[in-house]
């Protein structure tokens, strides 16, 4: 069974501008994750999709935002990017939603990075 | 509130020598599961390990070793006889029953394994 994917891996973009990044989950995995890593604030919750909608979300602003296609595909976007924006971004599936007895399974990530 | 504590920040031994990768956890949950992952330098959270909250047994997997202990809320990683494959940040993690897929992450303790 192929793993979880992101891309692209790596992302450079300037200040003010937009960026999305993909996540295709396990096949069958319906909820999609994403977290954000960063080394000041470490592994940090952004939001849940599953079944194409929100079902949790992280303290971040409203610049992030995400959703999910009928395929559990996911993607985020992040407008109006900041310097500390820069991170590695972290999808994650799993089988189901709202039972925190899954286990999830990790992409490789995207690093993005904000010049 | 959810919280992970892992203190060591950094960890270096000497290969074939025995380490523990401490984790306090805080949560109101009366359910709730804990998690171990490695995170390589390839960026990639491999999972580990789950325990639930009724099950403080302790478990074996090869050279790993987890201890469970809710009476000091503890969930500590001991790797026997380290090798220089086992070098990576180890995070522990930390799910409720009231919050579904969301961890809460430590902040992680980078194990270094001189050979």
């Known amino acids: 069974k192929a793993g979880v994917t992101q891309t692209p891996r790596y992302l450079i973009k300037t200040r003010g501008q937009q960026v999305t990044l993909s996540c295709s989950p396990i096949?069958?995995?319906?909820?999609v994750s994403w977290y954000q890593q960063t080394p000041g604030q470490g592994l940090q919750f952004l939001f849940e999709?599953?079944?194409?909608?929100?079902?949790n979300k992280g303290n971040f602003p409203g610049r992030f935002s995400g959703r999910q296609f009928s395929n559990s595909r996911s993607e985020m976007n992040v407008s109006t990017l900041e310097l500390g924006d820069s991170a590695l971004y972290l999808c994650?599936?799993?089988?189901?939603?709202?039972?925190?007895?899954?286990?999830?399974?990790f992409g490789p990530g995207t690093r993005l990075t904000v010049l | 509130a959810q919280k992970v504590t892992q203190a060591q920040t950094e960890i270096s031994v000497v290969e074939k020598e025995d380490v523990t990768l401490d984790c306090v956890y805080e949560?109101?949950?009366?359910?709730?599961?804990l998690f171990w992952y490695k995170q390589p330098p390839s960026g990639e959270l491999v999972f580990l390990i789950r325990?639930?909250?009724?099950?403080?047994q302790n478990e074996i997997s090869g050279r790993y070793s987890w201890n469970f202990q809710k009476s000091t809320s503890s969930f500590n990683f001991t790797i026997t006889a380290s090798q220089v494959v086992d070098s990576a940040v180890y995070f522990c993690?930390?799910?409720?029953?009231?919050?579904?897929?969301?961890?809460?992450f430590g902040t992680g303790t980078s194990l270094t394994v001189i050979p």
């Open positions: 994650a599936s799993s089988p189901l939603a709202g039972s925190s007895y899954n286990e999830q399974f």
């Open positions: 096949s069958g995995h319906r909820s």
């Open positions: 999709y599953f079944s194409e909608t929100q079902r």
């Open positions: 949560t109101r949950d009366t359910t709730y599961y």
């Open positions: 325990r639930n909250s009724f099950d403080e």
């Open positions: 993690a930390l799910s409720g029953a009231t919050t579904g897929n969301q961890f809460y």
